[in-house]
């Protein structure tokens, strides 16, 4: 077994980490990526469709992970043909979450990183599209605060994934044009985001990753 197997899909040995100096900033969604909140973002939809008879399905939740919740209230109203507000059902949805998020933590693969990343004042950032203040929430109970300070939500694009406005507008953020950072990313969404702003890409799964299988999108090299 690899060093990298070893350690759930990571290196163990921070040599292995090496070829993050490679580029010039680190893009980070957050959802499932840096954090294991997609549990609780499924389950507060969940609450909400309960509240009006409806199994909003796990899978179908999923498919759409890294869109807003105001793009998904939006569908799950037309869908459903419901009475309800769209923004009425975002803020109901969004309350449910909020009281979940004491039980989120950082991925301990990504803790691991994201301490090399720092320590070596590599430029970090969030791209996601879920709300500022459940960002902010989040970034200040798990910690994630102490290793990147700036993030992009989704108040501050108009286009979200899979369009690249998010990641695009991340790598700005710290300064450096697109091509140069690379994207962590769980869901396909936010994979194709990252290949049509020209990124390369390191997926990940349930906290884990490899960066020997990063998916090449930089016309630089």
Known sequence: MSESQAA????????????????????????????????????????????????????????????????????????????????????????????????????????????????RSIPMIIGTGTLRSNVEAVMRHTGLDAYVSSFVSSEMVKAHKPAPDTFVASARAIGQIPEDCLVFEDAPLGIEAARRGGMDCCVVKDGRFSLDEIIRNRSVL
């Not at 899978?59 to 919740?69: A, I």
């Not at 803020?91 to 449910?96: F, G, I, P, Q, V």
């Open 8 to 119: 759930g899909g990571t290196t163990a040995n921070p040599d292995g980490y090496r070829q993050l100096e490679r580029y010039r900033g680190l893009i980070f969604d957050l959802d499932g990526t840096l954090v294991d909140s997609m549990q609780y973002h499924i389950r507060a939809w969940q609450e909400v469709g309960a509240a009006r008879g409806l199994a909003l399905s796990y899978d179908y939740l999923m498919s759409n992970g890294g869109r807003p919740s105001l793009l998904i209230a939006r569908e799950i109203i037309a869908r459903y043909h419901l009475p309800d507000d769209e923004q009425d059902l975002q803020r109901e949805k969004t309350a449910n979450y909020v009281r979940q998020i004491p039980n989120i933590a950082i991925y301990p693969a990504m803790r691991s990183l994201l301490e090399y990343a720092h320590a």
